[in-house]
């Protein structure tokens, strides 16, 4: 699994802050702008998270590169839809020279089933090959590939769906592969955007734990 943080908005904390200042003010942007300190866009950006004026962070935007990662985490991420993604197109993508497989380490563990596992995808792998050998479309031999394939995807989401995604999706019941990748992408943002993300992560670590089934765990990326 590879992920990166592609592109961010600039100065994203200040741009937060300008709007969140706009708000409440009479003066021009260009105004705003030439009086914030450091100090004041932290003191107001503080102030604005803690009371739930998260609208202003759709202002500030990121972009990330996620790579090996499974067909199966894709159906997950894709339900966030205040988000715009671009994915490798199995309709289109002939995986000639080989396709990439997610194995859980649940399954790694049991030795009989990682090989009834690993019989199976390349069994699929060679029926696949067989297909486009056959003048099968890409787009219909992909039928069978299984949900453990992997994929790649651009994903842009603003800082107020990011931390919505990270609430969700870092708790300790997020299922494991999604619960990683955000939990990367978390990293990422914090070191580029600390004051919009210092906070973030699951329910738990700001107001107690809101699911039925509670993980009985301390929160931990």
Same mark, same amino acid.
């Given at each position: 699994m590879k992920i /990166?943080?592609? /592109?961010f908005t600039k100065d994203s904390e200040k741009m937060c802050a300008i709007a969140a200042r706009l708000?409440?003010?009479s003066i021009d942007v260009d105004e705003i702008s030439e009086k914030f300190t450091e100090e004041k866009i932290k003191e107001l950006l503080v102030k604005v998270i803690s009371s739930g004026h998260h609208s202003v962070l759709e202002h500030a935007s990121f972009t990330f590169v996620i790579e090996g990662v499974s067909r199966a985490l894709l159906a997950q991420f894709t339900r966030h839809r205040i988000a715009s993604f671009s994915v490798q197109s199995q309709r289109y993508v002939k995986f000639k020279d080989g396709i990439e497989f997610i194995i859980p380490d649940t399954i790694k563990k049991d030795e009989i089933l990682l090989k009834k596992y690993n019989n199976f995808l390349r069994n699929t792998e060679a029926l696949y /090959?067989?297909?486009?050998?056959a003048g099968i479309p890409a787009e219909d031999a992909r039928y069978i590939l299984p949900n453990a394939s992997t994929t790649k995807i651009i994903i842009t989401m603003n800082a107020r769906e990011l931390r919505h995604f990270f609430s969700l999706?870092?708790?300790?019941?997020a299922q494991w592969e999604i619960r990683d990748i955000a939990c990367r992408m978390l990293n990422l943002v914090r070191k580029e955007a600390p004051l919009l993300f210092s906070n973030a992560g699951p329910d738990c670590i700001r107001e107690g734990c809101h699911e039925t089934f509670f993980c009985g765990k301390p929160w931990t990326k």
């Open positions: /990166k943080l592609l /592109k708000c409440y003010s /090959k067989e297909f486009l050998g999706r870092c708790c300790n019941r």
